[in-house]
């Protein structure tokens, strides 16, 4: 999960692009702390995606289901795996993650495991799968497929014993072998508790840190599916975001050690919640966490709910507290009993997709006639300020070494307006950003617009008040290592 300095160098060019493009001998900063990974990087840039939490609770209006459901309840009317699709699209998703399996054991494609699935029902004559459809639906759309498969299993009677992990392993090799690319998996943390466990209606408590084995499943995992990021309470690429309201902490690190309430081994539904929200700075390994909310107040859909459905401006909070702190926004889109979007849903998913559309398709800063800063690395036009507005992730701002304070100043021959200002740091050379203010030149004078902490991958900055100026300041007011900023925005919100 965390490559060493000498690995990182050895399969990255683009720490050193600096070298061609100038053709002079200035090297690229030391990468700092912990460092993200290929999949990492590449889940990084997805920013929105879903869950689809669907199965028998759909039907039965549960949230979970005891395990004893009868197959033959899962019966949507009408089914369109490319229509749901198409509604996340336009909301501006890069990734589906359908619950396959949720607590009740019902599984959405005719496993080999269990009679508990789509065979025994009467959605599409028991011929149906869930997960075939919504996978090759996405794959149609240009979105990623995920998977989460419960480990909690509440309707098999070997719950709770070392027969119960081979059966979910073979569950997670049917998904990781049978569907195409899969971009993540979700493990849960909610482990045991009663259930209807094949008739034995109990409760059954397990060993959070050892009865799941989770180092061997994830070996499972990375053999068959390299490109997926592993999400948990303990990563090992994602972390859960310690809430599941959608809202990072501030600051929120990409940087994390988890750690067990009791000191013990932390494992998936026992860890520190409260560090999971801000992460750690400078923790041992690059973790950036996932914001999982749903869109109404349950994760199933419930005909009750569909006048709590959040709005588009409450998505849009959402987006602010999540990808503009760094982390993802995991925004859960349950479909209702026909198997599609529900009109209320659709109708916030549609505008917030288009707020973001207008508010990001302009980045003002691009109108700047001088972009001028306190100090360039050798004064080497590869690491000129100006590499921050061309939309390459992988050109950079950069200062001398030993230089923690700089400033860029965009001046504009004529005045832009805006209320949002977006950075992003070259995460390949590490989290180094631990403070920033953006100021305008208003009345004769630098007035700050908004301040930050972290930003790795993102830091939106957002007011309410737009303010309109000839001349911007981003001052980088606490950094561990010389800055590396590779993107710099002023969006004014549609
Ligand atoms: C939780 C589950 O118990 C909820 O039902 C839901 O699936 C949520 C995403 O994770 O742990």
């Known amino acids: 999960m965390i490559l060493s ?55 039965t209006d549960k949230e979970w289901g005891y395990g004893d459901e009868n197959p033959a ?3 949507p009317s009408a089914f369109d795996a490319d229509a749901i699709v198409s509604t996340l699209k336009d909301s501006g998703s890069k990734g589906v993650i359908l619950t396959c399996k949720h607590h009740d054991g019902f599984c959405l494609w005719p496993t080999q495991t269990t009679e508990r699935s789509v065979k ?33 299993d509440r309707s098999q009677p ?32 909610a482990n045991g508790g009663d259930g209807f466990y094949g008739g034995a209606r109990e409760k059954r408590i397990i060993d959070k840190a050892h009865y799941y084995d989770w180092g061997n499943t994830w070996k499972i995992e990375r053999e068959l599916q390299s490109g997926a990021v592993l999400f948990s309470d303990v990563g090992p690429d994602i ?17 994390y050690t988890p750690a067990a309430p009791d000191g013990g081994p932390p494992s998936p539904g026992n860890v520190r919640a409260s560090e999971s929200v801000t992460g750690i700075r400078n923790g041992k390994f690059w973790m950036p966490a996932e914001c999982d909310v749903s869109i109404r107040p349950g994760w199933f859909w419930h005909e009750a709910e569909n006048t709590k459905v959040k709005t588009s401006r409450e998505l849009l909070t959402l987006y602010y ?20 979007v529900h009109e209320q849903d659709s109708e916030s998913l549609r505008a917030f997709g288009k707020t973001i559309r207008e508010t990001f398709s302009q980045n003002l800063a691009k109108q700047a006639g001088s972009v001028v800063a306190s100090n360039v690395r050798a004064s080497d036009p590869a690491f000129s300020p100006k590499q921050v507005l061309d939309d390459n992730p992988d050109t950079y ?25 977006r950075l992003r740091e070259n995460i390949r050379l590490g989290q180094r950003m631990a403070g920033c203010t953006v100021d305008a030149w208003i009345d004769g004078d630098w007035r700050p617009f908004a301040s930050g902490t972290s930003v790795g991958h993102c830091r939106i900055l957002h007011s309410q008040r737009a303010v309109r100026t000839t001349r911007v300041r981003l001052r980088i007011t606490e950094c561990a290592a010389c800055p590396a900023v590779s993107d710099f925005g002023l969006f004014l919100e549609s």
């Open 73 to 75: 309840l899962f019966n």
């Open 239 to 255: 972390r859960w975001v310690g809430n599941e309201k959608g809202i990072a902490g501030d600051p929120c690190w990409a940087t």
């Open 321 to 340: 507290y999540s990808v503009g702190r760094g982390a993802s926004f995991l925004l859960n889109v349950p479909p209702d009993r026909r198997g599609l």
């Open 120 to 152: 025994n029902s009467p959605f599409r004559n028991g011929k149906g799968d869930v997960v075939k459809e919504v996978s090759e639906a996405a794959q149609r759309h240009g979105l990623k497929f995920g998977v989460y498969v419960s480990p909690w």
């Open 397 to 421: 701002w950069s200062s001398d070494d030993g230089i923690t304070t700089a400033e860029i100043v965009f001046h504009f021959p004529q005045s832009v307006t805006f209320n949002i200002a």
């Open 5 to 59: 300095r000498r690995s990182f160098l050895a399969t990255t060019s683009t720490t050193y692009r600096a070298l061609s493009v100038s053709g002079r001998n200035v090297s690229a900063p030391q990468p700092f702390g912990a460092l993200p990974s290929a999949r990492q990087m590449s889940w990084n840039g997805m920013e929105i995606y879903n869950f689809l939490h669907f199965t028998i609770n759909t039907f």
């Open 158 to 189: 070997s719950y709770g014993r070392p027969e119960y992990i081979t059966l979910y392993r073979q569950q997670i090799r049917e998904l990781l072998t049978g569907y195409g690319p899969i971009f993540e998996i979700w493990h849960d943390g």
